[in-house]
Every structure is written in structure tokens, then in C-alpha cells.
């Protein structure tokens, strides 16, 4: 970049300018080409550095790309910078658009599915600057990753808002670009419950729906509950609790689940075993199988009321 593009862009003073351009060069993050101010690769150690000091990437991380292995579909991780979002991670599986945003990329908030679940936490101070910013910049054209946008209805965002308090979830029906969906949940901090970041599962129009993104990724297969041994563990009128659901589902398909339960003794969840009818009698189910499986879930369940002796551990 020139010396007066910078002056332009940044509105400081020509003196400041070049002062700050000979700073940063002698640190090796910018180097002169002629007049011209060139970036270094060098200044990747700051990004890295803000990635480590995050600490968000190195625990979950793993955990996005896992999730995306599973679905299929690209997965990321975006943090809030005011009434903007960065990806600090992106497991990119498909190509669901044809440009990719990269890690550090600043997208405005109101044109994703992460947006609305930060702006939840937003301060009068974060809207005020959004209301100065939309009349300024309707075009987004103060964000260079993203192409221009067509003018978004007056009030979508301030309606997306609360509709994500409420039902925890946001997406993004191709409000960034052309056939991209999105749809994305919150990560919390156990200790207050604010927002950590935000996991967002992307795809295309041609594979998924906005709406079909949800409930078929993102929520996995709703069944009903009287109809599968997982459904009727915490409910089972056998004492233990465990309960099989001998080819009620499925013809072929004997399932046997056992509850797992809390530091209260409180049902919370149930493990299960699918198997095919065929492969062992209801007896060897009841017997051998379920013994097993009561042994696996009493070490779930210590684990759980470890993890859970002072922080609490969020089940959904
Ligand atoms: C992404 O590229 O990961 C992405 C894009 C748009 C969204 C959410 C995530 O709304």
C-alpha cells in the first residue's frame, strides 16, 4: 500500500503514518518496496500469538474437526469482535461456497448465523455502533472478505436477535453469499454461561436447506421416545431401568439401553446397544449384554460426577 492509500484508510496523519510503517519494518512486519508498505509473513506471529492466548482452537479444535468428519460438511469457529465475526478455526470438508473464508477474516455479524447469538450479548454501546455503521456502510464494503451485499430489510437483524436468545440456535439462509447455509450454536463458559464462541455446521443449497441443516445435522434424528430402548430407559418401570425395545422400531432391531445418572441420582441421559435380532436371544441380551452395559455406564457416570463435583457440566 502507498503512503497516502494508508493516510486514506487509516485517517491518521502523514507524519504518523510513515512513522508507524518505519516502526513496523524494523520489527520485520511490513517491508518497503520503493514508497510502497508491503505485509510480511512474519506478521502471522501476532495472529498465532492472539490464537494461543485464545485458547479456544487448542480445546476445541479437535472436537469441529471430529464434527465435520462425521456430517461431512465443513464446520468453524468464530469469536466476536464487536458487531463483527472472526473464524478462528474452519474445518473445511466440502466446498460450499466459492470463496472459503480464512481464519482471522472479518465478516459483519448481520450477514451470518453466528451474528445474531452474539449480538444476544451485545451492549447498548455494540448496538449503537452497529446503527452508525448499517446507514455508513450499507454495502459492507468496510469488509473486504465479503462481496457486497443487496440492501438487508430494515429490522431482519433486530428480529434474528431474539429469536436466537429464544431458541438457542441461529442460521444463515445465503445472506453472506448465494447458496451458502448455515447454522450455528452457541459454546458457553460452564463458569457463567456467556458466550465462548460460536460452532457453525456450513453447506450448500444443493445438499441442505437452511431449515434441513438444523434438524438433520445439527439436532441428529428425533425418535419417538416409547419406541426406542433409550426413550424408556429413564422411564422404565424396571427398577434397574434398563429397558429393551425388542423390534419395536425396526423389524430386526432389538436395542437395550440402561439410564445414566447425575451426582443427584437424577436421570440425565441413557446408553444404549443397537444390535439385530438375529445376532443373540432376548435372553443373552438381558444377561450378558446388559450387564456389560450397566458396568460401561457406572463409568460414564463417574466420570460425570467428577466432572461435575464443581463446575456444571451442560448435558445438550
Ligand atoms: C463459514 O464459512 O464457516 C461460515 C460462513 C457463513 C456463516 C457461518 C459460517 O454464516
Known amino acids: 500500500m502507498s503512503p497516502s492509500?494508508?493516510?486514506r484508510t487509516t485517517g491518521l496523519a502523514r507524519s504518523t503514518v510513515d512513522r508507524v510503517t518505519a516502526t513496523l519494518a524494523r520489527m520485520g512486519y511490513v517491508r518497503l518496496d520503493g514508497r510502497d508498505a508491503v505485509l510480511t509473513l512474519r506478521l502471522m506471529e501476532l495472529g498465532n500469538a492472539y490464537l494461543a492466548a485464545l485458547r479456544r482452537p487448542a480445546l476445541l479444535?479437535?472436537?469441529?474437526d471430529a464434527l465435520a468428519d462425521a456430517l461431512d460438511e465443513s464446520v468453524s469457529l468464530a469469536v466476536r469482535d464487536r458487531d463483527g465475526i472472526h473464524f478462528v478455526h474452519q474445518a473445511t470438508?466440502?466446498?460450499?461456497m466459492s470463496l472459503g473464508f480464512r481464519i482471522g477474516e472479518l465478516l459483519p455479524a448481520e450477514r451470518t448465523a453466528p451474528g445474531p447469538l452474539f449480538a444476544t450479548e451485545w451492549t447498548d454501546e455494540d448496538?449503537?455502533?452497529w446503527h452508525e455503521r448499517r446507514p455508513a456502510d450499507p454495502e459492507n464494503r468496510s469488509f473486504p472478505a465479503v462481496p457486497p451485499a443487496p440492501p438487508a430489510p430494515a429490522g431482519d437483524f433486530e428480529e434474528r436477535t431474539p429469536r436466537a436468545a429464544r431458541e438457542g440456535w441461529a442460521s444463515d439462509d445465503q445472506l453472506i453469499e448465494p447458496g451458502l447455509v448455515a447454522v450455528s450454536v452457541?459454546?458457553?463458559?460452564?463458569?457463567d454461561g456467556t458466550i465462548a464462541c460460536v460452532a457453525s455446521v456450513v453447506s450448500h443449497t444443493s445438499r441442505h436447506s437452511a431449515e434441513d441443516l438444523r434438524t438433520t445435522l445439527l439436532v441428529g434424528t428425533r425418535l419417538p421416545a416409547h419406541a426406542t430402548a433409550l426413550g424408556r430407559a429413564p422411564t422404565a418401570a424396571d427398577p434397574l431401568g434398563s429397558a429393551l425395545a425388542d423390534e419395536e422400531l425396526e423389524e430386526g432391531l432389538r436395542p437395550i439401553a440402561?439410564?445414566?445418572l447425575d451426582r443427584t441420582g437424577r436421570r440425565v441421559a441413557a446408553v444404549?446397544?443397537?444390535?439385530?435380532?438375529a445376532r443373540h436371544t432376548r435372553e443373552e441380551c438381558t444377561d450378558t449384554l446388559l450387564a456389560a452395559l450397566r458396568h460401561t455406564a457406572t463409568r460414564i457416570e463417574a466420570d460425570l460426577h467428577m466432572a461435575s463435583h464443581f463446575t456444571r457440566v451442560p448435558l445438550t
Open 5 to 7: 492509500t494508508l493516510e
Open 61 to 64: 479444535n479437535a472436537r469441529a
Open 93 to 96: 470438508r466440502r466446498r460450499a
Open 127 to 129: 448496538w449503537r455502533h
Open 186 to 191: 452457541p459454546v458457553r463458559y460452564p463458569a
Open 258 to 260: 440402561v439410564p445414566l
Open 272 to 277: 444404549n446397544i443397537a444390535m439385530h435380532a
